[in-house]
């Protein structure tokens, strides 16, 4: 697609269940990414993924988050039994080889988490 | 520990006059720094970028200037427009670390 692209857009959620956001991004583009920005913070870093390589887990804030990359394209980012600290607006990113760092990511809208 | 810090969290600036926006960062290992706009319910937005050999970029009415042995960074908006008002992240990279580190933003205002 043209950009990246992320579903859903807002998700509520009750505390304690399992949620998926999933992340389409541009074609071609090598490398993905998933940040966090909480209420009125800066955005942190979750995991990386560049091509066949092992992914970078190393900003994930515990073992009830995983993410996964099929096929070298879409990727799911996954929280299990969410706590109210889980909100905050996720974002995936993506970059080409060529582009990076010197174009930056590709940034997609995000999926707004609310754990209630 | 916050690596890359951005002071000041908003900025108030007349249309037609420069906007400044600062950033700091305490890891000397850090060798690409970029500027992103945000606006609400967006993802950012890439808008320059500088790498460490340099210490000044400029785009448009966008400059980045680059301060090494301070360890510190600004964007120049000249002149600033209302459509500038955002929120700006600066972000670092380690050499091949292939992942930024974002600073908390600042919420640029420009009033007409």
């Known amino acids: 697609g043209a950009g990246v692209s992320q579903s859903p857009s807002n998700k509520v959620t009750e505390k304690g269940k399992d949620v998926e956001l999933r992340c389409d991004p541009i074609s071609g583009h090598t490398a993905l990414y998933w940040y966090r920005q909480s209420l009125g913070q800066g955005l942190e870093f979750l995991i990386y993924?560049?091509?066949?390589?092992?992914?970078?887990k190393s900003g994930l804030p515990s073992d009830r988050f995983s993410a996964e990359r099929t096929g070298g394209s879409v990727s799911t980012l996954t929280i299990q039994r969410t706590q109210q600290e889980d909100s905050a607006v996720y974002l995936c990113?993506?970059?080409?080889?060529?582009?990076?760092?010197?174009?930056?990511?590709?940034f997609g809208s995000g999926t707004r988490l609310t754990v209630v | 520990d916050q690596q890359v810090k951005q002071n000041s969290p908003s900025l108030s600036v007349q249309e037609g006059r420069i906007s400044i926006l600062n950033c700091d960062y305490t890891?000397?290992?850090?060798?690409?720094f970029l500027w992103y706009k945000k606006y609400p319910a967006e993802g950012p937005t890439f808008l320059i970028s500088?790498?460490?050999?340099?210490d000044k970029n400029e785009d448009g009415r966008f400059t980045v200037f680059l301060n090494k042995s301070a360890k510190h960074l600004s964007l120049h908006i000249v002149p600033s427009q209302p459509g500038d008002s955002a929120v700006y992240f600066c972000a670092a990279e380690k050499a091949a670390g292939n992942k930024l580190t974002f600073g908390g933003g600042t919420r640029v205002l420009v009033k007409p």
């Open positions: 993924f560049q091509g066949n390589s092992a992914p970078d």
């Open positions: 500088i790498s460490s050999i340099k």
């Open positions: 990113a993506s970059s080409s080889a060529s582009g990076y760092p010197r174009d930056g990511y590709t």
């Open positions: 890891n000397s290992m850090f060798d690409y």
